[in-house]
Nanobody, 119 residues
Framework: QVQLVESGGGLVQAGGSLRLSCAAS????????MGWYRQAPGNQRELVAD???????NYADSVKGRFFISRDIAKNTVYLQMNSLKPEDTAVYYC?????????????WGQGTQVTVSS
């Protein structure tokens, strides 16, 4: 089992920045990836960014060049630095961990943190 606790959401004006943090605890062996998804009202949950166990990062096209994902392995924490925020970035942001399990993998989710960008 993996437990995830997010922090750092809030209200910001367009063009501003926020930094999300997600602290993971529990069984951290065989982690395939850690990352962030978001879900806006009426929309499906979508990948924002993730970082694989080897350090490779992946970003949604809509956030490339504005958002940056990083991790502190010693603290089992993943961060999402969000710059040049736009109103369309408004959503609930969820921390996600993909952990290897037989026969495939398990997904773990945080409780979500609200990010609201005003125009």
């Amino acid at each position: 089992q993996v437990q995830l606790v997010e922090s750092g959401g809030g209200l910001v004006q367009a063009g501003g920045s926020l930094r999300l943090s997600c602290a993971a605890s529990g069984s951290m062996f065989s982690i395939i990836a850690m990352g962030w998804y978001r879900q806006a009202p009426g929309n499906q949950r979508e990948l924002v960014a993730d970082i694989r166990s080897g350090g490779t990062t992946n970003y949604a096209d809509s956030v490339k060049g504005r958002f940056f994902i990083s991790r502190d392995i010693a603290k089992n924490t993943v961060y999402l630095q969000m710059n040049s925020l736009k109103p369309e970035d408004t959503a609930v942001y969820y921390c996600h961990v993909k952990k290897a399990a037989v026969p495939a993998w398990n997904d773990y989710w945080g409780q979500g943190t609200q990010v609201t960008v005003s125009s």
